[in-house]
């Protein structure tokens, strides 16, 4: 994996690397050689070295957050299961299942779902996907 910013190779550090030893533990993190010169870095799947989506700089890290949050709302208010929210994810953003998750987008695609994520009631962008899907359904 080399660093989407300046295109060096990345390393693996404890997460105390990042966020210093009196942090809690958060596992282990990816981060670009150049660190903290290049801020990019992104953490792994608790207890693997598995790295949770693509680098990130401060002002990723900060879209995939707002992003996450305003996401999570679909099936933390037990409207669509998580199975139905990255179906959605996938249409909002165009992204195959694999690229489809916050952890792996990119700026604009950050915006897209904040926007997306904003633009009515929960009910109301579900009732939007839902129509989206029959649509293109009946066109196949
Ligand atoms: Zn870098």
């Not at 690397?17 to 958060?26: I, L, M, Q, S």
């Not at 981060?31 to 002002?59: E, I, S």
């Not at 165009?94 to 929960?122: T, W």
Request: charged fraction near 25%; hydrophobic fraction near 35%.
């Amino acid at each position: 994996m080399k660093c989407p910013y300046c295109n060096k190779p990345t390393i693996l550090r404890p997460s105390s690397f990042v966020y210093g030893k009196n942090a809690p533990d958060y596992g282990w993190f990816w981060l670009c050689v150049r660190y903290p010169r290049c801020d990019a870095y992104v953490g792994c799947h608790p207890g693997t070295q598995r790295p949770l989506g693509t680098l990130a700089n401060k002002a990723l890290r900060t879209l995939r957050i707002n992003a996450h949050n305003l996401f999570d709302q679909l099936w933390k208010k037990g409207k669509l299961d998580r199975k139905q929210c990255y179906l959605l994810l996938q249409d909002a953003t165009n992204l195959p299942p694999r690229d489809a998750h916050i952890s792996r987008l990119n700026n604009e695609q950050c915006k897209k779902v904040i926007k997306l994520m904003r633009s009515g009631s929960l009910e109301n962008i579900i009732e939007r996907w839902k129509n989206f899907k029959s649509k293109t359904a009946r066109a196949i």
